[in-house]
């Protein structure tokens, strides 16, 4: 896997994964069932939750270069900017 074959976000979040240990990754996974059950408190009480979608504008077409590696810090603040 280089990027030749994958963009490079998606390369730099795989390279990110082989540095997580087996304990963070069950850590990880033990916080997504506790958010679970948080999540199903809430919809018990209310119907609708209303976040906002983006923070700006969409990029123009072409500015985003899949090749371009990037982290994935990077890559969340590139489609997250606030």
């Known amino acids: 896997m280089n990027q030749s074959t994958v963009e490079g976000s998606t390369l730099g979040i795989v390279e990110h994964g082989r540095l997580v240990t087996a304990q963070q990754l069950l850590d990880a996974m033990d916080l997504e069932t506790h958010l679970t059950y948080v999540m199903v408190e809430f ?21 985003y270069d899949p090749h371009e590696y990037m982290t994935p810090l990077e890559t969340f603040a590139t489609s997250s900017r606030w």
């Open 43 to 63: 919809f018990q009480r209310f119907d609708v939750l209303l976040t906002p979608t983006l923070a700006t504008v969409l990029p123009r077409l072409g500015e």
